[in-house]
C-alpha cells in the first residue's frame, strides 16, 4: 500500500510595521498624481533612470536662453520625475544662473562659499566632509524653502561622490495608515543650527540666529502645482514635531527620517565633469556620498527660491 503525505505549509513570517524605521512588505510606486495621464515629451528625449524618480534628459542646450514651450515641458519632467540630469553641459555660471531663473527668483545662503558670483555656491570638498551623509532637503529652515537647485559638478574624484535623491511623496504614500493619520495636519519645527553646528564654530552659527530664527513647517506638505502629499520633515533641520511629547516626537521623527532611506524610492546618480542636476526640493531629499576622500570634489549650486509650505 502507498502512502501519501502532504508536504508542511511553508511557514511564513508577514511582514511587519516597527514602532520606527522602515517596515516591510510591497510598496505602492506612484510616480504621478492618481489619474494623471502619462504624456509623451515631444521637444526632448527623456531617459528614466528609476521607476519612479530621475530622468536624462537629452537635446536640450541649457546654454541659450529657452523657449516658453521648452521650458514648459521641461518644467512638466520635472514635476514628474523630481529630478533631470544633463550630461556635459559644462555651462558657466551665468549660464546656470540663467537656467536656473526660468522658474524664479534666485536665492543666496550666506552659510555656504560662493563662487565666481553670489548667486553661485560653490561646494569644494576634499578630504574634510562637509554637508554630506545625510538625507535632507535643502534650507527647510528658511520660512520660504527652495523651490529648487541646480547643481554642476565642475570637478569629479576618480571614483566615489555619487548622489543619491529620493521622492517623499513615495514615501508618504507609503507610511502606516496610524502614522499618516497622527501626523496629519502636523506641524514641526526647523533649525539651522543642527544641520551647521558640525563644521562651523558657535561664534559664527551666532551671527546668523537673528536671521535665520527657527519655523515651523506641516509635517505633510502639498506640493503646490501637483497637489501630492510628501514628507517635509529631514534629518538636518527638523527638530520636534509642534505639541507632541518629546519621546513620542523623537519616535516619529525617526520612523518618518528612514522612509527616504527605501531603494524603491531613490534614484542614484554618478556625475562626470559638466554634468548638470536640476531638482525639485519640495518633493525630494538627497544626499551626497562622501566615499571618495582623500580626492577632491568641486561642485556649483544656484538656488531658486520658494513658497511657504502648505
Do not use: C
Request: glycine content about 6%; cysteine-free.
Amino acid at each position: 500500500m502507498t502512502i501519501t503525505t502532504t508536504p508542511p505549509a511553508p511557514v511564513l513570517r508577514e511582514h511587519r510595521i516597527p514602532a520606527d524605521g522602515l517596515y516591510e512588505g510591497p510598496r505602492e510606486l506612484r510616480r504621478v498624481p492618481e489619474g494623471r495621464p502619462d504624456r509623451p515629451y515631444e521637444l526632448f528625449r527623456l531617459v528614466p533612470l528609476g521607476r519612479i524618480i530621475g530622468a536624462e534628459i537629452h537635446g536640450v542646450d541649457l546654454s541659450r536662453p529657452l523657449e516658453t514651450t521648452l521650458r514648459a515641458e521641461l518644467d512638466r519632467a520635472l514635476l514628474e520625475w523630481k529630478v533631470l540630469f544633463f550630461r556635459d553641459r559644462h555651462l558657466t555660471s551665468r549660464q546656470q544662473r540663467a537656467f536656473a531663473g526660468h522658474w524664479g527668483e534666485l536665492e543666496t545662503n550666506p552659510l555656504l562659499a560662493t563662487g565666481d558670483d553670489p548667486e553661485v555656491a560653490r561646494l569644494d570638498r576634499t578630504a574634510v566632509p562637509t554637508f554630506e551623509n545625510i538625507w535632507h532637503a535643502d534650507v527647510t529652515f528658511r520660512e520660504r524653502p527652495a523651490l529648487g537647485a541646480v547643481l554642476q559638478l565642475r570637478e569629479v574624484p576618480p571614483v566615489g561622490g555619487d548622489t543619491l535623491w529620493a521622492d517623499m511623496a513615495a514615501a508618504y504614500d507609503n507610511l502606516p495608515p496610524e502614522v499618516k493619520e497622527r501626523i496629519e495636519g502636523a506641524r514641526a519645527v526647523h533649525d539651522f543650527i543642527p544641520g551647521f553646528a558640525r563644521f562651523y564654530p558657535p561664534e559664527r552659527l551666532a551671527a546668523h540666529q537673528e536671521r535665520f530664527p527657527p519655523v515651523e513647517h506641516p509635517v505633510v506638505r502639498r506640493h503646490p502645482v501637483t497637489g501630492r502629499r510628501t514628507i517635509f520633515v529631514n534629518a538636518s533641520f527638523t527638530t520636534r514635531i509642534v505639541g507632541f511629547e518629546r519621546e513620542e516626537s523623537d519616535r516619529l521623527l525617526r520612523l518618518l527620517f528612514q522612509q527616504a532611506h527605501a531603494p524603491e524610492f531613490q534614484v542614484r546618480f554618478s556625475w562626470r565633469a559638466g554634468d548638470v542636476a536640476f531638482w525639485d526640493n519640495r518633493a525630494t531629499q538627497h544626499y551626497a556620498v562622501n566615499d571618495y576622500a582623500p580626492h577632491r570634489r568641486v561642485a556649483e549650486r544656484v538656488a531658486i527660491a520658494g513658497d511657504r509650505p502648505r
